[in-house]
T-cell receptor
Framework: SAVISQKPSRDICQRGTSLTIQCQVDSQVTMMFWYRQQPGQSLTLIATANQGSEATYESGFVIDKFPISRPNLTFSTLTVSNMSPEDSSIYLC??????????????FGSGTRLTVV | KNEVEQSPQNLTAQEGEFITINCSYS?????LHWLQQHPGGGIVSLFM???GKKKHGRLIATINIQEKHSSLHITASHPRDSAVYICAAGRSQGNLIFGKGTKLSVKP
């Protein structure tokens, strides 16, 4: 299955600044997914990133706040812009890949724990 | 009402106990996923189910498509099983809808 390298693993940022999170996959994948997990909450899909086209955002998430790049089939970035304390969350990227039993499963990055002060 | 509901929210067990975590969903799915999240936030995929039952070592996952219900069982639980277990509905669009997770703590 795919291996995802996600960085940074954690950061503490000042409000009003921006942070870019990177995910590198060791194989080519069509779709990459970006999720947010606010404290005590379940993971929520932010957007789906396809190579060569604009990301598709879920309701409640906008490109100006969470710009995404997908320059090739192995890499994507998510930027959290103009941060506020409400953006403090774990952010994860994920891909769906052919799993060990020939079914499609999901691989996740190790997560970025963001604290905004 | 959440589209994916898990129970219990928290679970404490003694080492060696048999553990069951339940998941009900109300959306159409391409598959049902069980995931394990460790304290640092990293997530590991345990199972992907579209019917019946799967087993990996001490972990067993079952699904009843008609009842829209799935269970994750852990036999002979061990402290290293302590983690958050998450049920997620796989959609045809490719994304997942997650339950809130069950925090499992296994005491030695």
């Amino acid at each position: 299955s795919a291996v995802i390298s996600q960085k940074p693993s954690r950061d503490i940022c000042q409000r009003g600044t921006s942070l870019t999170i990177q995910c590198q996959v060791d194989s080519q994948v069509t779709m990459m997914f970006w999720y947010r997990q606010q404290p005590g909450q379940s993971l929520t899909l932010i957007a789906t990133a396809n190579q060569g086209s604009e990301a598709t955002y879920e309701s409640g998430f906008v490109i100006d706040k969470f710009p995404i790049s997908r320059p090739n089939l192995t890499f994507s970035t998510l930027t959290v812009s103009n941060m506020s304390p409400e953006d403090s969350s774990i952010y994860l990227c994920s891909v769906d890949v052919l799993a060990w039993d020939a079914s499609y499963g999901y691989t996740f990055g190790s997560g970025t724990r963001l604290t905004v002060v | 009402k959440n589209e994916v509901e898990q129970s219990p929210q928290n679970l404490t067990a003694q080492e060696g106990e048999f553990i069951t975590i339940n998941c009900s969903y109300s959306v159409g799915i391409s598959a049902l996923h069980w995931l394990q999240q460790h304290p640092g936030g990293g997530i590991v995929s345990l199972f992907m189910l579209s019917s019946g039952k799967k087993k990996h070592g001490r972990l067993i996952a079952t699904i009843n498509i008609q009842e829209k219900h799935s269970s994750l069982h852990i036999t002979a639980s061990h402290p290293r099983d302590s983690a958050v277990y998450i049920c997620a509905a796989g959609r045809s669009q490719g994304n997942l809808i997650f339950g809130k997770g069950t925090k499992l703590s296994v005491k030695p």
